[in-house]
């Protein structure tokens, strides 16, 4: 019996140890290829030029950069951060704090359903509101699409936040005779480390989306010229020029890969950092 | 047991439910003023359920319900009108478990009804947390480091700061669930201490699991069993000659 327990004690410890291992591989193949194929076309001149013209013979490696990319993508997700914070964090609120009836019941299965959906959908959604409607793709068809795409991981987050802050606390005001809307601020306040999680990762998620973006914000190889026009993006760079063939072109594709992994990392990593403090008062 | 303007709060015919479950039938019940009684019974008879529809906090639980009267100084509590909040300001509760706002301060905690009901004056805000503070018996203890988490302290130096945290928006009523279920001996007698003088001032309705605890601290005692309210009376009447059996049964720890 003894024995048994001890090989089957090995055999789960070896198997998920080579689990992880699978786990990391790529992980960390990403990272290092990646790094070591962008690094070269990083440059000051990445952030603040246009993209070049495809290498030539004549002109064998115009070097330019992504700024309007990154110009773009970082619009974009401001944007749509304003579309998706206030409303994910309110209706994340609202089925925590209010919604313990069917309507709450309703919407939360609601936003369930709307995490699954997948992003190309939600472009395609908006493709045919908007870019059809006004015939044009848009800054504002964009960020439309991607405030979208956060609502419902805010919300569910927020959600999820809230609900995990002691009953006992929503008691004790109340028991004050503290009105409900301040006793839900105070929730709130306990819980925002959480939700401040819940809105970095959603801004984490969609910085990264590509086919919602060329569905709706189109693409652009100029800076920025307004809400109704079309705006480049990284991922879009990246999608376009990686598969382009032409040398230069190719090596600023990764270097958008670069800096989009490291916002990514970065915005994950303060994540950390948030949620560790979050403990501290107990 | 009928109403009457002498009683600070009456229960008349109230029932309440959880869903489908029903948990209180037909209590009738007179709170004296500036008295301390004791809810006594065995567990799931309906003693926190009664002392938390008192203060409107029993429709905060989802898919409850109740009919008949809460009467607070002869005006029902549950009338159009009534607006919970004023309710729970006026009649106070102090939970079984102590629960201290843990983000705040010793100092914000007892002053938390006032500043989340919108009071900003810092000078008033301190006096008041230094009065109940010391009401409580806790000042000396704490009055070097004010700017601790209120979690940070012992349960019963807790518990007293959620006490004094009820009584800094000037209830009428003070509500108690078994206060004193989480502390140990000397805490306890701390908490009992406190109970005894707070009754000057307020009308205090205590549930208690402690026989002892409720003959050493209530002028009244009720007990209840299985939803219904049994017997009431003066404390020395319920315990040492007790009118129904089920109490003397009770009482003597026969069951329960
Ligand atoms: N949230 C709830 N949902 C459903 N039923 C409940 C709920 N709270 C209490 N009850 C039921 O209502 C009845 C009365 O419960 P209550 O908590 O008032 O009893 P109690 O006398 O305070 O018991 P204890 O001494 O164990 O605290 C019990 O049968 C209990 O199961
Ligand atoms: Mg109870």
């Given at each position: 019996m003894k024995a048994t327990r001890r090989i089957v004690d090995k055999v789960l410890l070896s198997l998920t140890t080579v689990a992880v291992i699978i786990a990391i591989v790529p992980l960390v193949a990403i990272i290092f290829y990646v790094t070591v194929k962008g690094i070269s076309a990083i440059s000051i001149g990445f952030f603040t030029e246009l993209p070049p013209l495809p290498a030539s013979k004549l002109q064998p490696s115009p070097p330019g950069g992504l700024g309007n990319a990154v110009q773009g993508t970082l619009i974009l997700v401001g944007l749509a951060s304003a579309i998706g914070v206030p409303v994910g964090v309110l209706s994340g609120v609202y089925i925590s704090e209010?919604?313990?009836?069917a309507y709450g019941n309703a919407i939360r299965f609601l936003g369930d359903t709307l995490v699954g959906i997948p992003s190309v959908v939600t472009g395609l959604l908006f493709f045919g509101l908007i870019v059809l409607t006004f015939r044009s793709y848009s800054v504002i068809a964009g960020s439309i699409a991607l405030g979208t795409l956060m609502i419902p991981i805010v919300s569910n987050t927020t959600a999820a936040a809230l609900q995990a802050v002691p009953n006992s606390l929503r008691e004790a005001s109340s028991a004050l005779g503290v009105r409900k809307w301040r006793t839900s601020l105070l929730i709130i306040s306990h819980a925002q480390s959480s939700i401040a999680t819940g809105c970095l990762l959603a801004v984490a998620r969609i910085a990264g989306e590509t086919a919602p973006v060329l569905l709706t914000a189109g693409a652009s190889n100029y800076w920025y010229s307004g809400l109704g026009a079309p705006i480049a993006s990284l991922t879009y760079y990246i999608y376009n020029y990686a598969v382009s063939g032409t040398s230069n072109w190719v090596n600023l594709a990764w270097a958008g890969a670069l800096v989009l992994m490291v916002v990514v990392m970065g915005i994950n990593l303060v994540v950390r950092l948030v949620t560790r403090k979050k403990y501290t008062y107990g | 047991m009928s109403a009457s303007n002498e009683a600070k709060m009456n229960a008349v015919s109230l029932n309440a439910w959880y869903g489908a479950k029903q948990a209180l039938f037909n209590v009738s019940l007179d709170f004296v003023p500036n008295k301390v009684t004791a809810m006594i019974g065995p567990s799931g008879c309906g003693k926190s359920t009664l002392i938390r529809c008192l203060n409107r906090m029993h429709e905060l639980v989802p898919n409850t319900r109740i009919t008949g009267k809460v009467l607070l100084d002869d005006q029902?509590?549950?009338?159009?009108?009534?607006?919970p909040a004023d309710v729970r300001r006026r009649v106070g509760m102090v939970f079984q478990k102590p629960n201290p706002f843990p983000t705040m301060s010793i100092t914000d905690n007892v002053v938390a009804g006032l500043k989340l009901s919108g009071v900003r004056d810092k000078k008033r805000l301190t006096e008041v947390a230094r009065n109940m503070l010391e009401r409580v018996y806790l000042w000396e203890e704490v009055k070097d480091d004010l700017k601790r988490s209120g979690a940070s302290l012992s349960g019963g130096q807790q518990q007293r700061l959620c006490i004094a945290r009820a009584l800094a928006v000037e209830p009428e009523v003070i509500l108690m669930d078994e206060p004193c279920s989480a502390l140990d001996p000397i805490a306890t007698a701390k908490i009992e201490e406190l109970i005894a003088s707070l009754k000057e001032i307020y009308t205090v309705i205590i549930v208690t699991h402690n026989m002892q605890q409720a003959a050493r601290v209530a002028d009244y005692t009720a007990f209840m069993y299985l939803g219904e309210l049994v017997e009431y009376g003066e404390t020395s009447q319920v315990f040492e000659s007790p009118k129904q059996p089920l109490t003397e049964r009770y009482v003597t720890g026969k069951f329960g």
């Open positions: 209010y919604g313990r009836n | 029902d509590i549950y009338s159009q009108g009534s607006d």
